[in-house]
């Protein structure tokens, strides 16, 4: 399998991703405690989704397979679900690419 699982509670695609994924159903409030990773869940992170690993603030890029998936459309914090409510999708997004506001 690709990528390594977290506490097993949630997959870490690529070193350099931001958000993890999933694969259960999660609770707000547990703790996910894997080596490097340290994070409080703030809420509940449904089957499949993205919870954030780090701080990003407005803007920034969010990563998952090692590549930018997105752009966090407002500030989020390590354990927060991260969605359409505060993400942006680039996947396809060649508008973006070319004006240079997301990579790879």
Known sequence: MKGVVLDDVALLMAE?????TAI????????????????TLAEDVPFGHKVALESMSRGDVVRKYGEA????????EPGEW???HNCESARGRGDLAV??????
């Open 16 to 20: 350099s991703d931001t958000v993890a």
């Open 24 to 39: 259960d159903d999660l609770d707000g409030g547990r703790v996910v405690d894997d080596g490097g990773y340290h994070v």
């Open 69 to 76: 998936i997105g752009r966090a459309t407002q500030a989020i």
């Open 82 to 84: 991260v969605h359409t």
């Open 99 to 104: 004006r240079g506001e997301v990579d790879g």
